[in-house]
């Protein structure tokens, strides 16, 4: 069997190698005595331990990491949570999609009755990542900058806009509250 060569990319599903030769390590698994990686990275074969690993590479492959501001699309509104769609990254976009949610406690330091008083549904948002260890991640939008960064209106669907406070929709004079960042209109800020 052909196996890449060290710092070759392969992809979830690949072989690399088989259990005669190498151990499995980090990003692979082992079936049936055949070694697969197990995410999208870069292959890395240490012939000293006989290890076979696969890395990602983090500026390749941006995934969302714990401290990380991350800008995400409202996706539905529960009573007490937002799950959100992350897509970005500092204007870097993400290769897959990462679901993630905010807590209505999460969302901003003031008391907040209900979700919707926050957010609405097809709002981006700007938020940090709490944590990743369980699916959806864990987003929070507590703090100045974060919030939302652009948002329509219930009515017409326009885009609202930010004026003196509050976001006013120019076609229909709608006026909203959300929860919105100082960073209000702008996408990578
Ligand atoms: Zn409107």
Redesign the pocket.
Known sequence: MAIPKTGSLVLPGDKIGVIEMFMPGDGTYEENGIIYSNILGHLEINMKKRIVSVKRKKKDFPIPSPGQVVFAKVEQIRRNSAIVIMTNMDGIFYTSSFEGMVHISQTSKKYIEIMNDAFNEGDIIKAKVLQTDRIPYQLTTIGKKMGVILAF?R??G?TLELKGGKLV?R??G?QEFRKYSIDYGKMNA
């Open positions: 209106c009515i017409c326009n929709c076609q229909c709608n």
